[in-house]
């Protein structure tokens, strides 16, 4: 028997859809006209071909994940929460071709060091991925949800934090005490089609400071569930 605990625990999870919320997302996901503008916040506007990336077995595209990674950052702010820093899915690919200079100018006015948690999307041309700066367990941790290794991503998170802190703090990063680690007992999908809804559910649960309880079962609930957080600009 499950105890209370449990159970509310479960319910913050999965908070049901009700009818309401589904008619909303029915709505959304009508496909025409393709390039109508749903919602926008963060610079970034939402299609309906944007949003119906997220029905049923669609990939992910770079609008949807870039708007639910502010989503993350946004909850971050709240009181009792870590914060969060979100840097988009072109991050990544700047770092990987220019390196620090590349994307020197990104940072201006924030100091990344002051938060929490560091989410830096990563896309491997047919796979998205996810990796965490996590400042409170002093580790940098990559998320594939098809068992894959990417030392070259940890190297290179490596290289720039060291970059960022001798530009932002006129010194090298102590790394003592810190780790870089691959996760390997995480969710993992049964698909070729649901990587980016992991990458982001994995962000989720980590800048939640949550056990990561889902399954490849959960994710078309997910799906819907985010469709509604993207237009209703919030998370569930």
Known sequence: MESESEEETEDDDFPELNEQIEQQIDAALIPQPLNQVLVEAFRIPLTRKDLHTLDRLNWLNDEVINFYMNLLHDRGTEDDLPSVYSFNTFFYPKICSQGHSGVKRWTKKADIFSHDYILVPVHLGMHWCMAIIDSKQKSVRYFDSMG?????????????????????????????????????????????????????????????????????EHIPYFRRRMVYELITKRLM
């Open 148 to 216: 894959g290794r990417n030392q070259k991503c940890l190297d290179m998170l490596r290289t720039y934090m060291n970059d960022e802190h001798k530009v932002k703090k006129g010194s090298d990063f102590d790394f003592r005490g810190w780790s870089f680690v691959t996760e390997i007992n995480i969710p993992q999908q049964m698909n070729g089609s649901d990587c980016g809804m992991f990458a982001c559910k994995y962000a989720e649960y980590v800048t939640r400071e949550h056990p990561i309880v889902f399954t490849q």
